[in-house]
């Protein structure tokens, strides 16, 4: 028996050996499989990085193909989802939909508890895909306006702006939304990956794994930082009030959403990506008002920060809310859309989990009353 320690949050605690994702927080790298995070954005897409996530390597054309066309053969909605999309509390968040959803899904399908260590096609590609056309239907019909039916010509994440907008992105808008779902499908264990891999560790489905890992990221110390960041860019209004805005923060003691990170001490890579994505379509769509003021941002929180000898950069959510602003997506769909993508990571680690499970069972240090005698009702 290990000895017993005790980390709050299991801060710095190993609870898992995994071959899926690596971070270099120093260096400010990120791998999937041993794949660059840029080599991955350059190179790939959401399908293929879903398929390297799910089998561990990489698919050669055929094996693409045959994965490609399954995934988008698996976009459209059954009327009853399409129904409870519909239906759903109109004032209920997209995430408790989402989680409803996907627990609706599993009995949909009839899915019956598959501890499978290998990716059962059929169930887990249900749940990725699926995900997207109901994001982008509750959008709709939150603006009283029609399903659009799913094409299959489109990647998956031009397809979600098709079926939210009902018109075709153009091809940058659509890779930048196809790459935004690669940059967040995986990230090693944070709060929603562990909770997939508890779930899953009691040999439970992997619809309830997902459900609870939806669950998970709805909470704002985990998804939402980006849905923050672009109040703070709307709040400051225009780049002339930034600097300010962001030296009252700092004074206040109040946090910039958007700048630093746990893991990195560098800048994080992703952000690298989204900064290039949110300058290129700021200059294409003639509209660099969001951009403007988050340099000026960073800079001054930088400046600021590096006067304490304190080096924070930017992470992940700094830029990506401004970038999806550009491509239409209201605020509330942020971290939906980071479900849409995280899925893939979420069913890697839980089919990881799988193959050399062992039940979470941690212990909590005991710090309550001592023993002691029972009091009757009268005496109480
Ligand atoms: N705004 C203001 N101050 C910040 C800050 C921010 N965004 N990020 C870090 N700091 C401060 C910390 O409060 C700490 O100050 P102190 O030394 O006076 O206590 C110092 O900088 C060092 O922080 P560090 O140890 O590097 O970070 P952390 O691990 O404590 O916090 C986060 C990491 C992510 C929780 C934190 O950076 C944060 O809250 N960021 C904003 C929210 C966000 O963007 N979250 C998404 C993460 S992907």
């Known amino acids: 028996m290990a000895e017993t320690t005790y980390a709050k949050g299991l801060e710095g605690v190993v609870a898992a050996e995994s071959e899926i994702c690596r971070i270099d927080g120093e260096q400010g790298k990120l791998y999937y499989l041993g794949y660059s995070i840029e080599d991955l954005a350059r190179y790939s897409d959401f399908e293929e990085t879903t398929y390297l996530l799910l089998y561990g390597r990489l698919p050669n054309r055929d094996e693409m193909e045959i994965f490609s066309k399954r995934m988008r053969a698996s976009r459209d909605l059954a009327p009853e989802i399409l129904d409870m999309v ?12 989402l989680q409803s959803v996907i627990s609706y899904l599993s009995g949909y399908i009839q899915h019956r508890i598959q501890h499978s260590a290998t ?17 982008a239907a509750w959008q709709r019909f939150r ?11 489109l990647s998956h994440g031009a397809n979600f702006l098709y079926m939210m907008r009902g018109q075709e992105p153009d091809e940058y808008e659509g890779k930048v939304m196809d790459t935004c779902l690669v ?14 891999r508890v779930v899953a560790s009691t040999l439970s489905t992997c619809y309830s794994s997902i459900s609870a890992a939806i669950g998970s990221l709805y909470g704002s110390l985990h998804g939402g930082a980006n849905e923050k960041a672009m109040a703070m860019v709307e709040e400051i209004g225009s780049k002339d009030r930034a600097a300010d805005w962001v030296n009252r923060a700092l004074d206040n003691k109040q946090k910039v959403m958007g700048m630093g990170h746990r893991v990195y001490k560098a800048k994080d890579p992703r952000a690298i990506i989204m900064e290039e994505f949110l300058a290129e379509l700021s200059k294409r769509k003639a509209d660099t008002r969001s951009y403007d003021i988050l340099k000026i941002v960073e800079k001054t929180f930088r400046d600021r920060m590096e006067e304490k000898g ?22 509330i769909l942020f971290t939906p859309i980071f479900a849409v993508s995280r899925v893939s990571g979420w069913l890697a680690h839980i089919l990881e989990q799988r193959r050399d499970n062992r039940l979470y069972r941690p212990k909590s240090l005991y710090v309550g009353t001592q023993p002691r005698e029972w009091v009757t009702m009268e005496k109480r």
């Not at 990716?119 to 749940?127: G, I, K």
């Not at 304190?310 to 997506?329: M, R, T």
Request: charged share 20%.
């Open 310 to 331: 304190k080096p924070i950069y930017p992470n992940v959510d700094f830029f990506s809310g401004a970038v999806y602003d550009l491509l239409g997506i209201p605020k």
């Open 119 to 135: 990716c059962n096609c059929r169930d887990t590609l249900h749940q990725v895909v699926q995900l997207a056309s109901v994001v």
């Open 183 to 196: 940059l967040h499908a995986e990230h090693g264990f944070n709060a929603s990956t562990f909770t997939a």
């Open 143 to 153: 603006e009283s306006k029609d399903y659009i039916q799913p094409r299959q010509d």
């Open 86 to 97: 519909r239906n759903f509390p109109k004032d209920a968040h997209p995430m408790e939909l």
